[in-house]
């Protein structure tokens, strides 16, 4: 939530507290933020023509299981966006081949890129 005329987002609990950011772990404040984003980006898409989505390592702070739900949502993000997700970790290349294995996967190496 961000209230009215303010710049901070709150986090509402389930019993209706609210709570600032600096409260949540580093990997839930970045689920919440990668939340945020992607509901710009849909946003964004429905208004306008949908843009190329690029995307850095973004689940490093993320337990497995939110990875892979996370995983899912861009995937579901790719029906409508170009999506370019660098990585240099291969657990984060095994779970998403393991979603979708279709899915091309580029090798940046130091003389060449390489499918694969």
């Known amino acids: 939530m961000a209230p009215h005329g303010e ?11 609210r709570y600032q950011l ?3 772990s580093r990997g839930t404040a970045e689920q919440l933020y990668l939340s945020l984003r992607f509901g ?14 690029v995307m850095d390592d973004i ?3 993320f337990d497995p299981q939110r990875a892979r739900a996370s995983i899912n949502t ?30 091309p996967v580029w090798r940046l190496e130091a003389d060449a890129v390489r499918l694969g």
């Open 40 to 53: 710009y980006i849909q946003e964004f898409g429905r208004r306008s023509r949908p843009l190329p989505v």
């Open 22 to 24: 600096d409260i949540l």
């Open 59 to 61: 689940l490093v702070n």
């Open 74 to 103: 861009i995937m579901e993000l790719a029906d409508r966006n170009q999506i370019l997700f660098f990585t240099c970790h291969p657990e984060t290349v095994a779970m998403i081949k393991e979603l979708d294995q279709n899915i």
């Open 7 to 17: 710049e901070n987002i709150e986090v509402v609990g389930v019993n209706g507290s």
